[in-house]
């Protein structure tokens, strides 16, 4: 019988090839499923996370992307250079000077914004907390931080930056408005705001002419960065028109300086001066005291800004015997030789009209009148008149209404209807007292009689200019007219001469050696704001001209409420005498050679 094999020691019965095939099947099966597992949970991280992006975090990654390739545009001011104001030699009153605006990029500037505003507050004089709020905005690229910074400051400011490593910080053209003479014509020319907006005078009154348009300059931004190819534009901006006055600015610089002195030396409240060629109306100085700096206005007091010889209104005094004097003359009523008997006080109505010194019975002429100031002597003479004739004159010299000159506020003053005259009324009237003017309106008045007997119609600006309400004024544009004959004018203008005489008249101390002056005092009452009656104070004034026989140039000085019991002889005569010499000189004006006229002053 045959036997079968046995298996060899230790090794284990082999088992048959088909239950081992499906072994290896499913060991392979074991493998894919563990892959599909984990393939499907890195499906589903991705999955989540996808939804994440998509869904939730969608607006922060936007805002993201936005803040690192930021696109936009950013628009800034170029600012365009103001006119300037010049006098009628083209010397600058007030004029644009290099300055520059501070900008800042809140993006660069964002990280470092405590130590920039500490920086910027310090060297600017501008608000740290305003400023740090700025730095910090990152919203967009472009900051005003301060505008109109004198260049010397800006680049002082830009060097501490630099030398700190601080960036963000930069400078553009932004002119500066300057005043070089300071307190020269300041009462004319105005100023600007902070702002560079104009507060008051011309700079307000002119602004159309002199603000010309601003330009801007527009580039495209992206990354926080410009754009080189970017969307970018500019608008050039388009400097201002000059203006120019008919001021001489020397001329108003010493005339103020007088004027100062006049008002301190005598304890008065405040003054006025006006300087006009006599031939054509120009002023060539227009002063008042007290004045400010233009270039610091808010130092002074509001009540200094203004021009008091344009805005405030007061009774001229005796100045306005020459108005009579010459309307009487020229209606043929009297003439300088006139004989008048002047009583030591003349009763009118319920009243005592008196005169400034005490007297006897005076027998003066019409001249000896004017020269030794004489209430009594200018009532009596004017008993002549109606007062509708009397009120035709002093209208027609331009009392009662604007002096034309096209400055908006000026006071008109006040001269009552006729109708409402008494006899005290056109008493006082006649020797300026219930009437009222401005400075600027009495110095074109007196002119007349220098400008034999036509009215010029004062002008300020040179040529011709616009203001904001459309008027078109200046010397091009003023009128003349005719209120009493040249040969009436003429003999005012001798009588004139008397009051500055060495021995006779009230005012020697406005005589010019070699020159023949004509000229007149004026002391008049104030109304007390208080009361509304005469309170003790006084207007004191002297208005002159000369050459008397060939006038080029008149002088008006006005000084309120001296304390030094002066009147317009002592204190106005000495400031004419001074004004007008200077004047003379200046403009090399010689004496004629003539001599003064040798009218009696007494009969």
Known sequence: MTQGRRPAPGRPRSTSRAPRKRSLRGASLL???VGFVLIAMVVSVFGARLFQLQGIDAQAYAAKAEANQATGLVTHTLPATRGSIVDRTGMPLAESVDGKMITADPTMTHDHAQEIAKVLAGRLDID????????????TQFRYIARRVPAAQANDVMAELEARGLEGIATDPDPVRDYPAHDVAANLLGFLGTDGKPLAGFERLFNAMLDGADGSATYETGAGNRIPLGDNSVIPPQAGEDLMLTIDRDVQWYTQRVLRQAVQASGGESGAAV???SRTGEVLALADHPTFDANKPLV???SDLGSRALYDVYEPGSVQKVLTAASLIDAGKVTPETEIVVPPELPRSDRVIHDYWDHGRLRLTLTGVIAKSSNIGTVLAADEFSPKELHSYLAGFGLGKKSGVGIPGEAAGLLPPWRDWSQLRQDTISFGQGVSVNALQMATAVNTIANGGVLIEPSLVKGSATTKKGK??????TDARRVISEQAAQMTTEMMEAVTDPEEGTAPAAAIEGYR???KTGTAQRVGEDCGCYDGTFTVS????APADDPRFLVYVVVQD???GGGGGSIGGPAFHKIMTYLLQKYAVPPTGSAPPDTPLEW
């Open 31 to 33: 493998r894919l499923r």
């Open 128 to 139: 740290y907390f305003e400023t740090l709020d700025k730095l910090r905005q990152t919203d």
């Open 542 to 545: 002297f208005a002159g001209f």
């Open 275 to 277: 300087v006009m060629d």
């Open 472 to 477: 078109v004024v200046g010397s091009a544009t």
């Open 300 to 302: 002074s007091p509001e």
């Open 517 to 519: 002056v004509a000229g």
């Open 562 to 564: 001296p304390k030094n």
